[in-house]
């Protein structure tokens, strides 16, 4: 591809020789001819011509001898630059024929199904799903179009899957949540889960995460949100559309999580606790109340993070400040 | 249903019209005509008329003009109902023909195995389990009467289970401990492991759940034990009966957990520990040594809740303190 | 096996009846006749005779009346004695009907391949390699000489690993790392992962743990690393040879650790952080700025563990350094 024709399909102004050939995406490390890196800050451009690439993205304030297509936002560009370059594998509806698909359940059109992945009776995938292999898709389950199933991923009865959404390897969709009530002698009585999972459109679920279904009604994922690896979501939590949630986070039952919120790795929630939308959790808070208002929270328990900065200090502090009170107890005199 | 007979079946009392149909559960959200709902709180008792269901499980001081379940534990007793009025699948004794089970493995009657699930050689299963599609179930396994297991589970050769246990989606049972040892150069030494891993009745593990093979002897999990999703239990632990553990709770080696505790969710603890009869601890709680006695703990590392509840008080006020004792240092003359 | 075979075999001294028949490896609670046990402190040697154990490995010092082998560190040589009585199965070179292998793919000598297991195109896996049932390797992958693969595991596309790699149950080898980045609307734009996982020589990845793919470039797990259960590991990380990490720990994205790392289970890295040769790090720390020097750490965020045990004692006075500072702040006056 030439970087104009490149700079056209991402809607971008360039500078430098238009026929300059590119055919990969690059970091600077491995560039060689051909290659488009970016470059997010303007202090760094001047690295590019040195790293072997063909041409760079960079900020609209550079100035630089070198072919590069101008950004305001380079990373998301060149984003947009490797989606183009280095396009996903298209579906060719291919159904393997050591896939089990049940007679009642319907598969659209360019659907591919790989080997040794299953679809219960009465589910419905739509049109252009790559289901890779060893994929265990349950019964009466949705599947909107454009969909990935990744291999291993289980995804229980009933679920209802949006459009374009991504299910990593090992994802567990729909299993029961965890509601058990002892009785008298102490043994746990199970509370059955019939409620559901659905999950919106545009959602990626990162390898091995956990979704579980509703005790009664649904567990919500919306539209848009992003889930790593080793998440858990319990029964009856409704996530709002574009949050974000980092690795090995724990959300108990019945969590409330509003829109474009971002939460950090190894986090905790607290059953039944409600965060308001646009809040950030940084990574390993453990949240044990609502987040009713906008803003960055941090610590166990989740603070603001202004407050939780000063907790920190006195905490490091703290060795120091027995001594200063040991000190003041001894009084005057020991001066 | 009928009232009556569904009052009948859990043993309860009931008022209202006997012949007041009852099709299915509900939360008050999405109750409709058939629906049975519950009521924990008798404050709450009035919402259940509107909610628009055809009954309710109250509790016994509840006075209501409405078809209604008396029950002094509305919640385990509308459990019952769901399993009564949804009952789960039952098995049919089919084993699908896509299915590998190995000619020297023992298979009960009315036992189910779906397509792509492996049963190993000289592996034994009860009667009347449920296997899903896609589980791989290794060698000189038992599996006891009436259990499920969800697909893409592992059980590695060995591994023994008692009756009525569930084993969620993706579940690795019998994996190899996490045992090494650096030699002089610093390689790390694996000591093969040649334990099991031992599984009660009753016993349910949620999805993506790790319990490891003893090195020597057996990793042992007791009748009744409740482990959530993303638990990771070590090699030659114990856990006694009853017990539940949250989340994405992590157990080191040889740690020995007594009955009926209870463990939130991101919980680690320490290998080697022993944790007595009925102790609750707190999400995020790290468990550095023996917990000996019957009682609540909390915070990293855990302490009795009352104390875990002042250390807390005091890191919040750490920025305060930390002003008082400077001004404490500027002496009388200051004020 | 004698005991002066066994001996021999593991290049050490014994003393007692060389003829003595060993044929298993037992824990004292377990041994029987036949048993070999060992003994890591002299001061419980004398129990070794009680055990009913045929043989037992002790430290060189110990004075025994009994079959024995003498190691500076038997719990290293049991291991070994372990591998010996208790060999792992070998492979046969036989592949499964029900596996698939693309026919492009290249099979080395030697090696099983398991029911529904898949090998996709390109992919060339090395000579007696153990492929167990489900496990799922995609497209232009590498996989060393004798690995062991578990079911359930999925290797995405473009993976390497080096020989004598173990990768258990349920992992996740190369899944999109998770880089988003919210347009203006806060819709998360995905960043499409190009890079790869490259995995070194003699590398052992606990069950249901993953390793997602770079960016651009490679994600590196050096030779020798020990990843254990539910690890979550990064894009773009790389993790330096022998390094061990326990289980349930987060590591995110280009996070540099070194080489003989110890990282304790349920810690947290934030992204690009770096950490030093022989760093050790302590069970659910928080790790969220580069640790340079070796030494051991602790804490949320992360300090050397001298510091951490100072403020972890202030913690634990915090609620007592309240009522001194009142008591200061009432004056001489209130004595």
Known sequence: MKLCELASALGKQFVGNPETEITCCSSPQSAKSGSLIFVENSKYAADAQKSGASAAIVPPDVEIDFPAIKSERPSVTFAQAV???????????GRDSRAFVDPSAKVGEGTDIGPFSTVGANSRIGKNVLIHSNAAIGENVTVGDDCVIYPNVTIYDGSILGARTVIHAGCAIGADGFKFMPDKSGRQIKFQHIGIVRIGDDVEIGANSCVDRAVLDETIIGNGVKLDNLVQVGHNCEIGDNT????????????????????????????????????????????????????????MPAVPLGEWRKQSAAISRGPETLKRVARLEKGPRAD
Chains 1, 2, 3 share one sequence.
């Open 83 to 93: 989606s183009i370059l280095h396009p996903q594998k298209k579906t060719s509806g």
């Open 244 to 299: 974000v949630v980092a690795g090995c986070t724990g959300i108990a039952g019945s969590v409330k999580i509003g829109k474009n919120v971002i939460i950090g790795g190894q986090v905790g929630f607290k059953d039944h606790v409600t965060i308001a939308d646009g809040v950030v959790i940084a990574a390993k808070s453990g949240v044990i109340g609502d987040l009713g208002t906008r803003g960055i929270y941090c610590g």
